[in-house]
Structure formats: structure tokens, C-alpha cells
């Protein structure tokens, strides 16, 4: 017995002793063994009076039927002489006298399973065959074939057939074999196929024998890692293989960057010769490596979804810039040298498609019915071929030819350009954003009523439903109430329906269609109420405890339109030509005039719209005001240019908004209204205006990174290590001047992340404020920690010499922090040294030098809050950038103005001074994160000075206690 089938007997056994299970086991072995007479057709082999050979055995019945058929051939083939080819479609079987039939005894069972007799007679019959397929690539034709073999077949069998079946035919004394990928083992050509239980998914390589000898080291560049790897490679390895060796010598395998890796080789000889050493194989259709992405070195990574019809194969062929390696190929198809470059790179790039397109039963609406599609495009499909493969994926209706792709700009991109080499020659910074795919635009002639000089030449998606290019040309004209209007044919003066599309009703290129209003309507007046896109914005009462906000919620009802011109007081208030009060329709009606730009006036509303208004509002109020309405008896042409004024301006207004401010940073809804306002409006009417705000979205988001791109003429001044380094460097062994330097680095870095919002409303001390204050609070967290390890520090060493060397540490960082005009840690360092706890210690105090107790009395005149620290405002007023401003003093300052100033007027009107005030503040603050400073960051110091280990207040001065105990009065 083997081990499986005892474990199997033992499994079904009753409940017992050992002793008698293994006797059990011991008297099935010895005593119980079936005598079995075996007979062999006729008509496989003749024996004595026309009778077939018959053979006796003895078997234990615990023994499997596929080990007992393999030793009854045997025996057979010994004594009778009989060809394998003839006993391997050979099966037992026995007769069943009651169904008067034959049973076949399957190979995966054991004999005792089918109750027969201890002496019993079985037949050698030939089985039916059952066949299956197998895919079987030769990578020098660059071709595969599908081959059926059944049951009988051996390895040798299916390599005949391929070498035969193959065009052109292979010569078999060349030595070829088949090699199975899934296992990575060459087949034995006298083995059965069966024997191998293949999978479904397998494929085998019939591959051309090479000398094992040939072997060499190549040199592999990484650039994602920037590395590169020396192997060793056999010639009769593949591709494949070698990325799998590559993927074992590279940090973190399993990471998502490795997943769409491949090897490309630029040869170090001429182009021509190496595309002539592979223009002998014909280049035929393969099937994609995806099929088996068992061989593949990365087939157990995850990715997005990859169609392999994205690219086909290219020829073998080395340009000027190489050729991609494939991973089922070997190595000695490419006739490598030690020369040549090798890159492990990407060569499938992951992106995101929008596709907007409206089927022809589309019900309406500016939505369309497709879902984002995510592809792998290959590094050498051209454009044209991506647009293909979108319209099969998607199904969409039309011809290939009649879509186009599209940045969000609008902006087609050419079809017969490589999709990579086209986005990377583009875009400065590399393209993240989605692309859009959607048909290409046909000219339409479009007009307005029966205004003569209306008629304009409209590009247009003649798949779109028609309520798109009615809403479209109610703003072009500036016609208010969308809903009284429709679209006419000029062809036969019918009305076309809004819900299918142009091309559904006929409606073909250069021909007329004219803006007319709806039956039984006269054409209404141009002054009307909301537009119905901004109906879906919602709207927020003001949050404000003033009990003037309730004579503003009503202006939320009037459309900035119906607001009127200028009519001081009533809503809006001047001094000195300056805007000091005014309703909120009339501050957005400002910021966005076609007559003036006040670029200060922008920015003053946007930093402190918050205090009056919620951001819901502002969108609301903007698209309101993007909507431009015709006054009445205003020309097309003026019109046309103060829509485009206005419209611009509007845009740019939400550009700033969403740069300056983080209402955006946490509200989705927000976002996503301010992406659909783009994405179905603006990019009808100023598609080269959408990218600037929709990156900065997207920025928020977290779809794109924007790059820095502040750089710096001048080198850093060199880092100043410690004159004789150890193995275990502690903060103070490094230079004063280079401890300043460490900490202004990651100050400054909290500092300039502060948004203006942030100080607006005194958030970092009101409690339902706080969450937009969050980089404040970050900052004054640190600030405060600072000033804890300041004493910490100092109170750690026990001796008194060492006491004063600390604090003559702390005020040469404070000298430097001066000369760096880091005002903010600055005060901090000094506030350590002046805590009650260090400040005590006079016997550390009297061992400083003379010079240095001289610096640090100069020093804490800048913390005296004396004149509300006037020395120290004169000194930050005088710092050139780089300065870190101490937040102290715009923080009291904003402080004053909010609680000193009403949001409102006594006749409801916001308080626009009050706006201008503040701004002041917070523009003399932002303008100081503008230079951030030239230093070089020092990892080890760095990373110690990012998190403090301090003693609490209570706890610093019990140990100054200790340190120095109080001295008896005498």
C-alpha cells in the first residue's frame, strides 16, 4: 500500500483500537488478495484456437485501477509482443451479468469499491476517444495552432502534428520539443498527454532545441528605480522568463508599478542590420500574450482590465528608437550582444476614457448613458486605433470614423500620432487627466428668430439630443427663459424634437436650424427669471448670528439679473469712489463687469465672501451671472462681446476661488457642481478656458498632482556636519546655524500651506470654525511643543555647566533664526527660554559668557509685548523674504477688526470696508509664503527635529526644583 491509501482506508474505518486497525490492514495484504484473470481481445492479439491471450494477476483491493491497468499492459506487452500504440487505447472493464452490459472501472478508483468476487474475470477493451484542444505557440514562425489530441496520445504524437501542420513545415532533425509554460519543463515525447493534466488556460512552446552552453550577462536598466541588474541568462530562456528573474532582484514585486513592465532593447548596431536579421520570419497574427499570461513574468499581478485587441504585436523590427522584447519569444531570436541596452520600463499606460456619447433612442438630457472606460494603452498604438477599440468595447452605434478622442479642452487629438509620444510632447508635466471621447464636431448653420445678422456657422454633435444645442444657443443669444424656446428646421419649417438628436431627425451639415419660440408663445421679454441650470444648485441660508442677515435672505429669491443697474443706497454705497457696501448680487455683478477689473477687488471679495455668504451661494450666484442676459435694445454684436467679457471673467473668478480658498478641499457636492458646470457647459462655449480650472479640481481631488516648479538660481549653502562624526548623532553635536536652518525648513513648510480662509471669523479659536483652520492649528500645535522641549532640553542635563551650554545653544539658534527672519520659531525658542521653569535657574544664567547673555537680552526685547509689540512689528516689517511672519500678530490684529466691525450696514448692505481691512491682513501674510528658503535638508537632523519629546508644565518646574533647590532666607 502507498501512504495515500492507507490514509484513505483509515478515513472510512469504524472507531477502534490501532492494534486492531493495523491488523485489519496486515490481513487485507496477506490474505485477501483478488485473483484476477484478464483477458485481451481477439482482434488485438491471437491466440491458441482463435482465442485472445489470458493472463492471471493477484491484487490486493486497495489497489487504484489506473496502477492495475499500467501493470496488467505490461505483463502483456512482455509476454505477447504487442505494439504500445495498439494496448494504450486499451481499458478494463467487467461484465454485469443482471444489466447483461459491460462497466468500465475508472482509473481514479480502487478495485474494492466495485464488489466483486475474490476470484473475477476482466476485459481489455478499447475505449471510444474523447478529444480535446491545446494551444500550441512557435515563436520562430511568431504563430500558434489549436491541436487535438485525445486520451491515446503521447507527447510525440502532438509534436508531429505541429511540426506537420505548420506553415511552412518544420524539419524535425533539428531537434525540436515541447515545452509546457504553466510548469516551465520540457514534455517527454514517450509520455502520455493525459499524464500531464493540462488546464484549460495552458499553452505549450515548441521550441527549437539550443546548446545549454550558450549563455551570457546582460545588463538591465530599471529607470523607475533608477538601477539597473546584472543577469545571466540562458539563450533557450524566454523573454518571460527573464522579467520573472528581474521581478525577484527589484524592491516591493508585488507593487502596483511593476505590473505593466516589459523589456525593450536598443541594439548597439545599426538599425538595418538588426531589422534584416528578422525579416526571414514571415510576421503573422499571434495570439496576445494575455491568453496564456501564465508564461508571463507578471501574471499574478492585478491591474485595470486589458483588451488585447488595444495593439497588435509589431513586426520584429528595431527602428531608431528599438524594439519591444515579447515575452513568449527566447532570447536567441534577438541575437543579443553585451552591448546592447536592455530597459525594464512600462509599456501599458492606464487610462481613463469619458465617453459622451448619445445613442439614438437617448431620452434627453446632458448626461450620457456610458459608463468611464479604463484601458492599457501600448506605448506604440497610434490614436486612431484606442478610438477603435473604445467604439468596439462600448458598442457604440456609429462608424469608428465619425468619433474622435479629445482633451478636455476640446482639443482632437490627431489619429495617426502614437497615443504616449503625442500626450508626453503636449504636456510639460506629463498628462494625468482622462480623455474624452465623444463625435467629432460638424458645422451647422445656426440662427435667432428672424434677426438677419444672427446667423452664425455652429460646430456641433449631431448625436446630442437637441435640448443641448437649444440650451447652447438660449445662451448665445441671451435668451433667459430656456423653456419658451425651441429648435426649427429652416428646411420645412418644423419643429424638431428636444429630445432626439439632429442626426435622428434628418438634419444634415451647412443646413439651417433657427432658435424660435415655442408654439402659442410670443417672444418673451429679455429680462427673465433663473436660468433652469441653476435650478439644481441648492441654496443655504447665511450662517451669521447678525440681525441684519434676514433683510439679505431675501435677495436670494432675485436673480442677478433682475437686480437692476447701481441705485446708491439703496444697493450699493461708494465713498470716494470706492465700493464700501453693497447687496451680494451687486459684489459678484463686480467682480465679473465687462467695464472694469479690480484684480485686488476679486481677491478681497473671495477671502472673505465666507463672512456673509456659504459657498453654495457664490456657485449658485456664478452660474447665474455666467447665464448673460440681452438688455433690450442692445445689439447682437455688443451683446456677443459683453457675454464673452462677462462669461470669462466668471470662469476666472472660479479659477481664483478654487486656488485661494478649501471650501473645495472637503465638499464633494461642490466639487462635482463646479466639474458638471464645466463639462456641460463651458466647454460648449469657452472650451480653451476649461483646463486651468479643472485641473485645479482635480488637484483637490486627488486625480492629478500638480508639480512644483519653484526652483532656485543659487545653490544652498553648504550643510555644516559636526567636526568629528559618530556613529550616534544627537541634535546639538551639529552647528547652531544648521539646527536654525533644519527648523525653518519644516516650519515653513506648515506655514505656506495656511489658506486665507483659514483666518477669516477667528476660526482658530472658535470651535465650529476650527475644521477650516486646520494648518493654523498644526502650526501653533508645533509652535507650542517647541517651546516645551526648549525647557525640556535645558532641564535634562543635571550638571550646571551643562545646563548653560544648552541655553548657550538655544540663543546662537536664536541669533540665526533672527538673520533668517523666522520670527515665528523665533519667538517660540525665546518663550522656552523665558518659561518660569528655565527663567529660575540663575546659577545656569551666571555661567554664560558676557556676549552671549548680551545677545539674549537683545534677543527677548523682540517678545516684550510692549505697544502691542511694536519692535517687533517694525523688525517683520523691514524682513525681506524668505520670513516666516509670527502669527501672533495678524491673529490679534484680525481679531480686533472682526470684533470691532459689523458684517452689515444699518440698511443691510454688506460691509465691504470691513472686507477690505481684513484682506490687507491676510495679503501681507500670503505674500510671505511666496519664497520659501533656499536650505538643504539634513535627513538625520530633520527627522529629529519633526516630533518633540517634552515634559508638561507642571512636571518642568518640580524638576527645576530639583535641579536648583530654593535658597533659605537667612
Given at each position: 500500500f502507498g501512504a495515500g491509501e492507507v490514509l484513505s482506508l483509515s478515513s472510512s474505518f469504524p472507531k477502534g483500537g490501532r492494534h486492531q486497525l493495523r491488523n485489519f490492514h496486515r490481513h487485507s495484504m496477506l490474505s485477501d488478495l483478488f485473483v484476477v484473470t484478464v483477458s485481451l481481445p481477439a482482434e488485438i492479439c491471437q491466440g491458441q484456437k482463435g482465442r485472445g491471450a489470458v493472463l492471471?494477476?493477484?491484487?490486493?483491493?486497495?489497489t487504484h485501477i489506473e496502477f492495475l491497468r499500467v501493470a496488467i499492459l505490461k505483463q502483456f506487452r512482455e509476454r505477447c509482443d504487442i505494439p504500445v500504440q495498439q494496448l494504450s487505447k486499451l481499458h478494463l472493464c467487467h461484465y454485469l451479468e443482471e444489466e447483461e452490459g459491460w462497466e468500465w472501472l475508472e482509473e481514479d478508483q480502487m478495485l474494492h469499491l466495485y464488489q466483486l468476487p475474490s476470484e473475477c474475470k476482466l476485459e481489455l477493451k478499447a475505449l471510444e476517444p474523447v478529444y480535446r484542444d491545446i494551444r500550441v505557440v512557435i515563436p520562430q514562425l511568431e504563430c500558434s495552432l489549436s491541436v487535438e489530441y485525445d486520451q491515446f496520445s503521447t507527447v510525440g504524437d502532438v509534436l508531429r502534428q505541429v511540426l506537420n501542420t505548420s506553415d511552412p513545415p518544420l524539419d524535425p532533425s533539428l531537434g525540436y520539443s515541447l515545452y509546457h509554460v504553466r510548469l516551465r519543463t520540457n514534455l517527454d515525447v514517450c509520455d502520455s498527454m493525459v499524464h500531464y493534466q493540462f488546464l484549460p488556460n495552458d499553452v505549450l512552446e515548441c521550441r527549437l532545441s539550443i546548446k545549454k552552453q550558450q549563455s551570457m550577462i546582460l545588463s538591465v536598466k530599471i529607470p523607475s528605480i533608477q538601477s539597473s541588474r546584472k543577469v545571466k541568462v540562458s539563450l533557450d530562456e524566454t523573454v518571460g522568463e527573464l522579467m520573472s528573474t528581474l521581478l525577484r532582484r527589484v524592491p516591493d514585486p508585488d507593487d502596483h508599478r511593476w505590473a505593466h513592465m516589459a523589456l525593450h532593447l536598443t541594439p548597439h548596431t545599426p538599425a538595418s542590420s538588426l531589422s534584416a536579421s528578422f525579416s526571414s520570419a514571415p510576421h503573422q497574427p499571434l495570439l496576445p500574450s494575455s491568453s496564456y499570461s501564465s508564461s508571463s513574468a507578471y501574471s499574478s499581478m492585478s491591474g485595470p482590465p486589458f483588451s488585447p485587441l488595444?495593439?497588435?504585436?509589431?513586426?520584429?523590427?528595431?527602428?531608431?528608437?528599438?524594439?519591444?522584447?515579447?515575452?513568449?519569444?527566447?532570447?536567441?531570436?534577438?541575437?543579443?550582444?553585451?552591448?546592447?541596452?536592455?530597459?525594464?520600463?512600462?509599456?501599458?499606460?492606464?487610462?481613463?476614457?469619458?465617453?459622451?456619447?448619445?445613442?439614438?433612442?437617448?431620452?434627453?438630457?446632458?448626461?450620457?448613458?456610458?459608463?468611464?472606460?479604463?484601458?492599457?494603452?501600448?506605448?506604440?498604438?497610434?490614436?486612431?486605433?484606442?478610438?477603435?477599440?473604445?467604439?468596439?468595447?462600448?458598442?457604440?452605434?456609429?462608424?469608428?470614423?465619425?468619433?474622435?478622442?479629445?482633451?478636455?479642452?476640446?482639443?482632437?487629438?490627431?489619429?495617426?500620432?502614437?497615443?504616449?509620444?503625442?500626450?508626453?510632447?503636449?504636456?510639460?508635466?506629463?498628462?494625468?487627466?482622462?480623455?474624452?471621447?465623444?463625435?467629432?464636431?460638424?458645422?451647422?448653420?445656426?440662427?435667432?428668430?428672424?434677426?438677419?445678422?444672427?446667423?452664425?456657422?455652429?460646430?456641433?454633435?449631431?448625436?446630442?439630443?437637441?435640448?443641448?444645442?437649444?440650451?447652447?444657443?438660449?445662451?448665445?443669444?441671451?435668451?433667459?427663459?430656456?423653456?419658451?424656446?425651441?429648435?426649427?428646421?429652416?428646411?420645412?419649417?418644423?419643429?424638431?424634437?428636444?429630445?432626439?438628436?439632429l442626426h435622428n431627425q434628418g438634419v444634415l451639415e451647412q443646413e439651417n436650424v433657427a432658435l424660435v419660440p415655442t408654439d402659442g408663445e410670443e417672444s418673451p421679454h429679455l429680462l427673465p427669471s433663473s436660468p433652469s441650470l441653476c435650478s439644481s444648485t441648492s441654496i443655504e441660508s447665511v450662517h451669521s448670528n447678525d440681525s441684519r442677515v434676514s433683510m439679505m435672505l431675501g435677495e436670494e429669491n432675485v436673480n442677478i439679473w433682475d437686480e437692476g443697474p447701481d441705485n446708491p443706497p439703496k444697493n450699493i454705497r461708494f465713498l470716494h469712489s470706492r465700493v464700501v457696501g453693497a447687496t451680494f448680487n451687486k459684489l459678484v455683478e463686480k467682480i465679473t463687469s465687462s467695464t472694469e477689473h479690480d484684480m485686488e477687488f476679486v481677491k478681497t471679495f473671495l477671502l472673505t465672501y465666507q463672512s456673509f455668504a456659504t459657498p453654495e451661494r457664490l456657485l449658485h450666484k456664478l452660474i447665474e451671472r455666467y447665464n448673460v442676459v440681452r438688455p433690450e435694445g442692445v445689439s447682437l454684436r455688443e451683446f456677443t462681446q459683453m457675454r464673452q467679457t462677462i462669461q470669462v471673467r466668471v470662469i476666472n473668478a472660479m479659477k481664483h476661488w478654487v486656488e485661494l480658498s478649501v471650501d473645495f478641499k472637503d465638499d464633494v457636492l461642490l466639487q462635482n457642481n463646479v466639474l458638471n458646470f464645466i463639462d456641460t457647459v463651458v466647454i460648449l462655449d469657452h472650451p480653451r478656458f476649461c483646463k486651468p480650472l479643472r485641473n485645479n479640481i482635480l488637484a483637490i481631488k486627488g486625480v492629478i498632482q500638480k508639480k512644483n516648479l519653484k526652483?532656485?538660481?543659487?545653490?544652498?549653502?553648504?550643510?555644516?556636519?559636526?567636526?568629528?562624526?559618530?556613529?550616534?548623532?544627537?541634535?546639538?553635536?551639529?552647528?547652531?546655524?544648521?539646527?536654525?536652518?533644519?527648523?525653518?525648513?519644516?516650519?515653513?513648510?506648515?506655514?505656506?500651506?495656511?489658506?486665507?480662509?483659514?483666518?477669516?471669523?477667528?476660526?482658530?479659536?472658535?470651535?465650529?470654525?476650527?475644521?477650516?483652520?486646520?494648518?493654523?492649528?498644526?502650526?501653533?500645535?508645533?509652535?507650542?511643543?517647541?517651546?516645551?522641549?526648549?525647557?525640556?532640553?535645558?532641564?535634562?542635563?543635571?550638571?550646571?555647566?551643562?545646563?548653560?551650554?544648552?541655553?548657550?545653544?538655544?540663543?546662537?539658534?536664536?541669533?540665526?533664526?533672527?538673520?533668517?527672519?523666522?520670527?515665528?520659531?523665533?519667538?517660540?525658542?525665546?518663550?522656552?527660554?523665558?518659561?518660569?521653569?528655565?527663567?529660575?535657574?540663575?546659577?545656569?544664567?551666571?555661567?554664560?559668557?558676557?556676549?552671549?547673555?548680551?545677545?539674549?537680552?537683545?534677543?527677548?526685547?523682540?517678545?516684550?509685548?510692549?505697544?502691542?509689540?511694536?519692535?517687533?512689528?517694525?523688525?517683520?516689517?523691514?524682513?525681506?523674504?524668505?520670513?516666516?511672519?509670527?502669527?501672533?500678530?495678524?491673529?490679534?490684529?484680525?481679531?480686533?477688526?472682526?470684533?470691532?466691525?459689523?458684517?452689515?450696514?444699518?440698511?443691510?448692505?454688506?460691509?465691504?470696508?470691513?472686507?477690505?481691512?481684513?484682506?490687507?491682513?491676510?495679503?501681507?501674510?500670503?505674500?510671505?509664503?511666496?519664497?520659501?528658503?533656499?536650505?538643504?535638508?539634513?535627513?538625520?537632523?530633520?527627522?529629529?527635529?519633526?516630533?518633540?519629546?517634552?515634559?508638561?508644565?507642571?512636571?518642568?518646574?518640580d524638576v527645576s526644583l530639583q535641579r536648583e533647590p530654593r535658597e533659605r532666607k537667612q
Amino acid at each position: 500500500f502507498g501512504a495515500g491509501e492507507v490514509l484513505s482506508l483509515s478515513s472510512s474505518f469504524p472507531k477502534g483500537g490501532r492494534h486492531q486497525l493495523r491488523n485489519f490492514h496486515r490481513h487485507s495484504m496477506l490474505s485477501d488478495l483478488f485473483v484476477v484473470t484478464v483477458s485481451l481481445p481477439a482482434e488485438i492479439c491471437q491466440g491458441q484456437k482463435g482465442r485472445g491471450a489470458v493472463l492471471k494477476f493477484r491484487f490486493s483491493p486497495y489497489t487504484h485501477i489506473e496502477f492495475l491497468r499500467v501493470a496488467i499492459l505490461k505483463q502483456f506487452r512482455e509476454r505477447c509482443d504487442i505494439p504500445v500504440q495498439q494496448l494504450s487505447k486499451l481499458h478494463l472493464c467487467h461484465y454485469l451479468e443482471e444489466e447483461e452490459g459491460w462497466e468500465w472501472l475508472e482509473e481514479d478508483q480502487m478495485l474494492h469499491l466495485y464488489q466483486l468476487p475474490s476470484e473475477c474475470k476482466l476485459e481489455l477493451k478499447a475505449l471510444e476517444p474523447v478529444y480535446r484542444d491545446i494551444r500550441v505557440v512557435i515563436p520562430q514562425l511568431e504563430c500558434s495552432l489549436s491541436v487535438e489530441y485525445d486520451q491515446f496520445s503521447t507527447v510525440g504524437d502532438v509534436l508531429r502534428q505541429v511540426l506537420n501542420t505548420s506553415d511552412p513545415p518544420l524539419d524535425p532533425s533539428l531537434g525540436y520539443s515541447l515545452y509546457h509554460v504553466r510548469l516551465r519543463t520540457n514534455l517527454d515525447v514517450c509520455d502520455s498527454m493525459v499524464h500531464y493534466q493540462f488546464l484549460p488556460n495552458d499553452v505549450l512552446e515548441c521550441r527549437l532545441s539550443i546548446k545549454k552552453q550558450q549563455s551570457m550577462i546582460l545588463s538591465v536598466k530599471i529607470p523607475s528605480i533608477q538601477s539597473s541588474r546584472k543577469v545571466k541568462v540562458s539563450l533557450d530562456e524566454t523573454v518571460g522568463e527573464l522579467m520573472s528573474t528581474l521581478l525577484r532582484r527589484v524592491p516591493d514585486p508585488d507593487d502596483h508599478r511593476w505590473a505593466h513592465m516589459a523589456l525593450h532593447l536598443t541594439p548597439h548596431t545599426p538599425a538595418s542590420s538588426l531589422s534584416a536579421s528578422f525579416s526571414s520570419a514571415p510576421h503573422q497574427p499571434l495570439l496576445p500574450s494575455s491568453s496564456y499570461s501564465s508564461s508571463s513574468a507578471y501574471s499574478s499581478m492585478s491591474g485595470p482590465p486589458f483588451s488585447p485587441l488595444a495593439t497588435a504585436p509589431p513586426p520584429l523590427t528595431a527602428g531608431p528608437r528599438g524594439v519591444w522584447m515579447e515575452d513568449y519569444k527566447f532570447l536567441a531570436a534577438y541575437k543579443l550582444k553585451p552591448s546592447d541596452t536592455l530597459e525594464f520600463k512600462p509599456k501599458y499606460r492606464p487610462m481613463t476614457f469619458e465617453v459622451r456619447v448619445f445613442p439614438h433612442d437617448h431620452s434627453g438630457g446632458y448626461e450620457s448613458p456610458y459608463a468611464n472606460s479604463e484601458l492599457l494603452v501600448a506605448q506604440d498604438a497610434l490614436i486612431s486605433e484606442v478610438v477603435d477599440l473604445l467604439c468596439n468595447s462600448c458598442s457604440l452605434e456609429y462608424d469608428p470614423r465619425f468619433y474622435g478622442l479629445f482633451l478636455h479642452d476640446d482639443t482632437q487629438l490627431p489619429g495617426d500620432v502614437a497615443m504616449w509620444d503625442y500626450l508626453d510632447s503636449h504636456m510639460t508635466t506629463g498628462y494625468q487627466d482622462s480623455l474624452v471621447v465623444h463625435m467629432i464636431y460638424k458645422p451647422l448653420q445656426v440662427s435667432f428668430q428672424n434677426e438677419p445678422d444672427s446667423a452664425v456657422v455652429l460646430l456641433t454633435d449631431f448625436s446630442q439630443p437637441c435640448q443641448v444645442l437649444r440650451d447652447q444657443l438660449c445662451r448665445k443669444y441671451g435668451v433667459r427663459r430656456y423653456d419658451n424656446y425651441t429648435l426649427q428646421y429652416a428646411g420645412g419649417g418644423i419643429k424638431l424634437n428636444l429630445q432626439l438628436s439632429l442626426h435622428n431627425q434628418g438634419v444634415l451639415e451647412q443646413e439651417n436650424v433657427a432658435l424660435v419660440p415655442t408654439d402659442g408663445e410670443e417672444s418673451p421679454h429679455l429680462l427673465p427669471s433663473s436660468p433652469s441650470l441653476c435650478s439644481s444648485t441648492s441654496i443655504e441660508s447665511v450662517h451669521s448670528n447678525d440681525s441684519r442677515v434676514s433683510m439679505m435672505l431675501g435677495e436670494e429669491n432675485v436673480n442677478i439679473w433682475d437686480e437692476g443697474p447701481d441705485n446708491p443706497p439703496k444697493n450699493i454705497r461708494f465713498l470716494h469712489s470706492r465700493v464700501v457696501g453693497a447687496t451680494f448680487n451687486k459684489l459678484v455683478e463686480k467682480i465679473t463687469s465687462s467695464t472694469e477689473h479690480d484684480m485686488e477687488f476679486v481677491k478681497t471679495f473671495l477671502l472673505t465672501y465666507q463672512s456673509f455668504a456659504t459657498p453654495e451661494r457664490l456657485l449658485h450666484k456664478l452660474i447665474e451671472r455666467y447665464n448673460v442676459v440681452r438688455p433690450e435694445g442692445v445689439s447682437l454684436r455688443e451683446f456677443t462681446q459683453m457675454r464673452q467679457t462677462i462669461q470669462v471673467r466668471v470662469i476666472n473668478a472660479m479659477k481664483h476661488w478654487v486656488e485661494l480658498s478649501v471650501d473645495f478641499k472637503d465638499d464633494v457636492l461642490l466639487q462635482n457642481n463646479v466639474l458638471n458646470f464645466i463639462d456641460t457647459v463651458v466647454i460648449l462655449d469657452h472650451p480653451r478656458f476649461c483646463k486651468p480650472l479643472r485641473n485645479n479640481i482635480l488637484a483637490i481631488k486627488g486625480v492629478i498632482q500638480k508639480k512644483n516648479l519653484k526652483t532656485f538660481r543659487d545653490p544652498p549653502p553648504p550643510v555644516k556636519f559636526p567636526a568629528t562624526p559618530t556613529h550616534l548623532l544627537g541634535v546639538f553635536d551639529f552647528d547652531p546655524e544648521e539646527i536654525a536652518r533644519q527648523l525653518t525648513i519644516i516650519d515653513f513648510a506648515l506655514f505656506a500651506k495656511i489658506k486665507p480662509c483659514e483666518l477669516l471669523n477667528q476660526a482658530w479659536q472658535k470651535k465650529k470654525y476650527k475644521h477650516r483652520a486646520q494648518n493654523i492649528l498644526r502650526l501653533a500645535d508645533r509652535l507650542n511643543n517647541l517651546t516645551l522641549w526648549v525647557a525640556t532640553t535645558i532641564l535634562s542635563q543635571r550638571d550646571v555647566q551643562e545646563r548653560a551650554k544648552r541655553i548657550t545653544d538655544f540663543v546662537l539658534i536664536s541669533e540665526h533664526l533672527h538673520h533668517m527672519h523666522n520670527f515665528c520659531t523665533l519667538l517660540s525658542v525665546l518663550n522656552g527660554l523665558e518659561n518660569p521653569a528655565i527663567t529660575r535657574l540663575h546659577k545656569s544664567f551666571s555661567k554664560l559668557d558676557k556676549h552671549i547673555s548680551k545677545k539674549l537680552e537683545d534677543l527677548q526685547k523682540l517678545a516684550r509685548p510692549g505697544d502691542h509689540f511694536k519692535i517687533l512689528r517694525e523688525d517683520v516689517k523691514r524682513a525681506s523674504n524668505p520670513c516666516i511672519p509670527y502669527l501672533g500678530l495678524y491673529m490679534s490684529d484680525l481679531t480686533f477688526l472682526d470684533n470691532g466691525n459689523p458684517n452689515f450696514h444699518e440698511d443691510g448692505l454688506i460691509n465691504f470696508s470691513k472686507c477690505r481691512l481684513i484682506y490687507q491682513q491676510i495679503r501681507d501674510l500670503i505674500l510671505r509664503q511666496d519664497k520659501p528658503y533656499n536650505f538643504e535638508e539634513v535627513p538625520a537632523l530633520h527627522e529629529s527635529l519633526m516630533k518633540f519629546n517634552f515634559l508638561d508644565a507642571d512636571v518642568l518646574y518640580d524638576v527645576s526644583l530639583q535641579r536648583e533647590p530654593r535658597e533659605r532666607k537667612q
